[in-house]
């Protein structure tokens, strides 16, 4: 059955986080919230760059989230502040039409991708006045989808105000596409984890169509999440769109060679469908038809019989249109590989035999190996912070989320948990002063949270 997110009693929120909220509300506003509404934050666990190819991936949320404060006003504008002064206030009329800046990926921009989202879902033409006050505790350009969890937020308040009702999965499918309109072509894990989430357990997210089935973690492990405090803010730069271009390319080339209808084919995961073949064959399908020197775009045009226009328009996006060479073969063999540990991780998770842990902490090795040498989405930094883990206990370690900076997240034995996070600290943090500053938010043991709800005042 679909359900629906829960309205839940906002004595369950955290009580001075709730009362700086509701009073920093009041004083903004001149008078009390009408309810609140909070999305969380996710770590992947397993399965990077792969949503948008089709393949499942296995998040958890996080106890971190974005928590908002609305009422309805009568100004005829959408309203919006941060508890974070870092974020200036925005204001939206009514009656405009919503704009959204891609090349200035301001925060509230995030919001209103929430809020256009729901707009255009229900055909609402002109939206009731709101007001809103953002407080967030993700760490913001950390892998740790602070950004989604603001759309989600976003969508699930204006879904609220507006009196309409949608299911978990409706409104996780809706803010996937809606945060679209950044120019970011993400898919859909955040958003699914955000809303589909449970306390106590991961999940197996697998789309077309969307659902979550549970995955029990190991006993005796528990995940930690280290920041490397390189920022990286996926919407500001190319990186994550060449990604989705490569894949989409690959899957052209590789329908192509096996004669399949190229149109259709947007999706490394559709062409394996089309093949009815095993992970295992596309990989050797990967090694056979593509080769690893980057590909020209004569190169590819010639092949699929285009006009260079023609793969401008329907391959390239927006911000790659720019992008000369392609590696095809790296970021196919990637997105294959990590498909199959998904897998893995996921059957050895249900069986748990009593080298689990092993396991499962050389799956989350082989995927950083796979990240940083075939996707190429992680950075030297990060890359050090994962050995440093490594070398101080964790039974795997890689990074989580976009990449390029942010976090990674480690498996360790619940007994070692006190010393691997004292040498991660002496290794890592202490030694600069920046990430001194900043080692309680960034260094965390994270157990898996809740998804998104609405919350009432009794
Ligand atoms: C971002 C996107 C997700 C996913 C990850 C990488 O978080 O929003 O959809 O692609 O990167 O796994």
Known sequence: MASNPPILKASLIDRKRFQNLKNAFALKYGAPPLFYACAPGRVNLIGEHIDYCGYSVLPMAIEQNILAAVSLNNSGTIQLANTD????DFTVSCSEDIIIDRDNPKWYYYFLCG????????????????????????????????SSALVCCAGLLTMKTNQKSLSKVALAELCAKSERYIGTEGGGMDQ???FLAEKGTAKLIEFEPLRATDVQLPKGAVFVISNC????????????????????????????ARGLNLSRLLKLAQVQTELKASLEDMLSLVDKVLHPEPYSRE????VLGLTSEQFSKELLSANTQHVENFKLHQRAKHVYGEAARVLRFKSVCDSGPAESIRLLGDLMNQSHASCRDLYECSCPVLDHLVDICLKSGAVGSRLTGAG?????????????????????????????SHRAAVEKQSLFVSKPGGGAAIYLEE
């Open 192 to 194: 699914s984890i955000s």
């Open 404 to 432: 390029w900076g942010g976090c990674a997240v480690s498996m360790v034995p619940s007994d070692k948990v006190q010393s691997f996070q004292q040498a991660v600290r002496e290794a890592y943090y202490l030694p600069d």
């Open 299 to 302: 190169e590819i045009c010639q």
């Open 115 to 146: 809020v256009k989202g729901i707009q255009e879902k229900f055909g609402i033409t002109h939206l009731p006045g709101m007001s809103c006050l953002v407080d967030g505790n993700i760490p913001p350009s950390s892998g740790l989808s602070s």
């Open 229 to 256: 405090c390189v920022g990286m803010n996926k919407a500001a730069s190319s990186h994550f769109n060449i990604r989705v271009v490569e894949c989409r390319i690959a899957t052209k080339m590789l329908a192509h």
């Open 85 to 88: 002064t870092l974020y200036k």
